[in-house]
């Protein structure tokens, strides 16, 4: 998003308020209430939900839980995040209220490291490893932990496989860039042969 044409980001805080958080949960629930919905997901992702406070985040796991029991509905949150930035407190909580974790890394160092760097260019892969092994090492049931992996059309297929093989989860969903679709494929794109 930050490289792209884009740049209303710039016009808008940086992080949500607590208080306009608690305007959507409830706006869910008066949805869900309506439409006779017994469960909704919320994914918190893009940007990165884990700037977020530990404060923030105490506030929302538990009103979602109280407005659960509330109304006898579930509403599941679900994090998505560059898996960058978590801290064994936050750790802690999301394993409390079972909140299932997406990380995204997209393929082995050399590959994750040419897209996905810190804002002053540092590489992230090493961190994104060690953050995911502290999550496993937590005790956070695996069944709640998958990878995000936007892989580039021209890596080499068996070596991503044997990159995925050496990971403490086997959970992985495989996008392509956002660039390609079914108008731009990434075949015509990189004039891939297509194997018969």
């Known amino acids: 998003m930050f490289n792209s044409n884009d740049n209303s980001y710039k016009a ?9 958080a608690k305007k959507i949960v409830d706006s869910i629930y008066d949805y869900m209430l309506e439409k006779k919905l017994s469960t909704f997901a919320v994914i918190l992702h893009g940007g990165e939900p884990l700037l977020w406070s530990i404060d923030n985040f105490e506030f929302l796991l538990s009103y979602v839980a109280k407005m659960n029991l509330q109304y006898a509905l579930s509403v599941n949150l679900i994090i998505q995040t560059n898996g960058f930035k978590i801290n064994s407190h936050l750790i802690q909580l999301l394993k409390a209220y079972k909140i299932p974790i997406g990380i995204s890394i997209d393929g082995p160092v050399e590959i994750h490291d040419k897209f996905r760097v810190t804002h002053n260019n540092k590489p992230t892969y090493h961190t994104i490893i060690e953050n995911l092994y502290k999550i496993v090492d937590s005790g956070y049931d695996k069944e709640y932990i998958g990878l995000l992996s936007v892989v580039n059309p021209c890596i080499d297929a068996p070596a991503y496989f044997d990159w995925v093989k050496t990971l403490p989860i086997n959970r992985i969903n495989v996008l392509w860039p ?8 990434p075949w015509d794109y990189y004039n891939i042969k297509k194997e018969k």
């Open 12 to 20: 808008v805080p940086k992080a949500m308020d607590i208080g306009t």
């Open 178 to 185: 956002i660039e390609f679709n079914y108008n731009n494929t």
